[in-house]
């Protein structure tokens, strides 16, 4: 019998990954009390301090959902389809959604305060419309609970796969109020949720609770708990969260390490992922490629920074005396439809078809405010998965390439295989791309259709790379019908069926 961690001292050995050592700290030996939690990453050896309070609000927040999940049995589709409804309208209602707006603005402004990018956390017009337009969405999908999938007919009896609630899905991700209605889109298979909200956002999510969701549960007659919320801006608590063995699944969105360590802590605690941090997409210029189909496809990759957007551009060596100048420019007019300059990062190659005023200093943009930085600099050919997080001004890498199997390769090795994209004419070479890229999401075009919303008409749940392998049985979309899973029931119309071995 093991007995109960109730101190930590600095210098203390914790062995992790079989054969190696971490060490504690001064800082988590103090800050440690009994009661509290370590978890130790086994891929990283980072000790991970769960404090007994933080893990208390979590717990009880998976207790509220799993319980929920439970009732769910009961529940018709006609009352999901009224949440869904009601909570569009409560966003809808001006009065609702003051407080709503009013709590958005202090996160925002808060945000700005620590030097935080708020591109992501502002609740604008714009994003409320999304929002109810992919509740309304959800209200006419087609529930999918208690589909037969297939029936085998045996003598004497019959067996049906029959659909199903997956269970509990605990949700981690950065702060974008969007994704707060997009998530419970997993209540539409039978499904229960508990939510996680970075600290920039979490005033906007408690105020989306007590306004539009929770007064929209109730409306349906739905459980309270089918849609919780970790209320606490301790990072712990999606630790804490992510290894409660009650969920069905784990959902991360955010940045690269912290949905990395987050995916880590579930799979250790048995619980399957579905991982959503790193993205940037890949543009290829073939030597077909023509000049206004490069130009529109990288302007218009530029909108924003999020997942999808244009991260790094591979052009053909044949075609880069004319090609380089194409893209330089649509990059440029990305910076200025934002009002401000653009930023380029250039391996030894592409660096010699940089003009000289590009790699003058230039005021860029960033989170922190306009700093003064040189426009241009160089990036080693090893560097080009590297993602850019920019705020205002576009940020891109430029690496030229023998040819596009080139790429390929470098894609397939260095970028976290989420989105590609190929300017070519030639359809044997676009068919030679689909096959050989290691991606998801392959197009010929802009960027950033990745979108479940904008491409499928589903309000997703987050865009799979195949960084940590290839998803069985489902698309790079986690979307809140696919996370479902298969009962098998059996009917008996002969009651002496048996297994009994037969006489000879």
């Keep these: 019998m093991s007995d109960e961690l109730r101190e930590l001292r600095p210098g203390m050995p914790i062995v992790y990954g079989g054969n190696k050592v971490a060490h504690v700290d001064e800082a988590l030996a103090s800050a440690f009390r009994p009661g509290d939690q370590l978890i130790v990453a086994q ?4 000790l991970l301090h769960i404090p007994s309070d933080v893990r208390l609000i979590a717990e ?14 009961s529940v018709s589709d006609s009352q999901i389809t009224r949440f869904y409804e009601a909570f569009a309208e409560n966003l809808e209602d001006d009065k609702r959604f003051s407080p709503i707006a ?3 603005a202090a996160d925002v402004s808060q945000a700005r305060s620590r030097g935080r990018s708020t591109t992501r956390l502002v609740l604008s017009e714009g994003m409320r419309r999304d929002m109810i337009e992919g509740l309304r969405g959800w209200a006419d999908a087609p529930g999918g609970r208690g589909e037969v999938t297939e029936h085998l007919d045996h003598e004497g009896w019959s067996v049906d796969l029959i659909r199903a609630g997956l269970g509990v899905i605990g949700f981690v991700f950065e702060g974008r109020p969007n994704v707060f209605a997009d998530a419970t889109g997993v209540l539409r298979s039978g499904n229960t949720v508990v939510f996680r909200i970075g600290s920039d956002a979490l005033g906007t999510a408690v105020a989306i609770m007590e306004e539009a969701l929770e007064p929209a549960l109730e409306a349906a007659g739905l459980p309270i708990g089918a849609a919780s919320l970790v209320a606490t801006p301790s990072r712990a ?4 969260m992510f290894n409660d063995p009650r969920l069905a699944l784990a959902v991360a969105r955010g940045s690269g390490k912290a949905v990395s360590q987050l995916g880590g802590v579930a799979r250790q605690a048995g619980i399957p992922v579905s991982l959503h941090g790193t993205g940037g997409a890949w543009i290829i210029a073939a030597e077909s490629a023509g000049d206004e189909a490069l130009s529109l496809a990288v302007f218009n990759s530029l909108d924003r920074k999020v997942c999808n957007t244009l991260n790094t551009c591979c052009i053909v060596a044949s075609r880069a005396e004319d090609l380089v100048p194409v893209f330089l420019a649509a990059l440029d007019r990305a910076g200025e ?4 300059t653009s930023k380029l990062h250039a391996t030894e190659r592409a660096m010699s ?4 005023e590009w790699r003058d200093e230039a005021k860029i ?10 426009r241009t600099e160089p990036i080693g050919d090893d560097a080009l998965g590297r993602e850019w997080e920019w705020e205002e001004s576009p940020e891109v890498t ?21 989105a590609a994209s190929l300017i070519s004419q030639d359809d044997a070479e676009h068919t030679r791309f689909y096959n050989t890229i290691d991606s998801p999401f392959i197009g010929n075009g802009f960027t950033r259709w990745v979108d479940g919303q904008y491409a499928l008409n589903r309000p997703e749940l987050g865009l799979s790379n195949w960084e940590y392998g290839r998803l069985f049985g489902r698309g790079g979309v986690l979307s809140g019908d696919s996370a479902f899973t298969i009962r098998i029931r059996a009917t008996q119309q002969d009651p002496d069926i048996n297994r009994w071995p037969k006489a000879d």
């Design 365 to 374: 943009v960033r989170s922190e405010g306009t700093v003064g930085e040189p």
């Design 102 to 104: 009013e709590a958005n």
């Design 43 to 46: 891929e990283t050896g980072a």
């Design 353 to 356: 078809h940089v003009p000289d």
């Design 237 to 240: 608590a999606g630790w804490a």
């Design 60 to 73: 009880n927040a998976v207790t509220a959902a799993a319980d929920a999940f439970h009732a769910m049995g």
């Design 398 to 418: 430029l690496h030229i390439v023998d040819d596009v199997a080139e790429a390929v390769t470098l894609f397939n090795e260095q970028s976290p295989r989420f």
């Design 337 to 340: 439809r934002r009002g401000a």
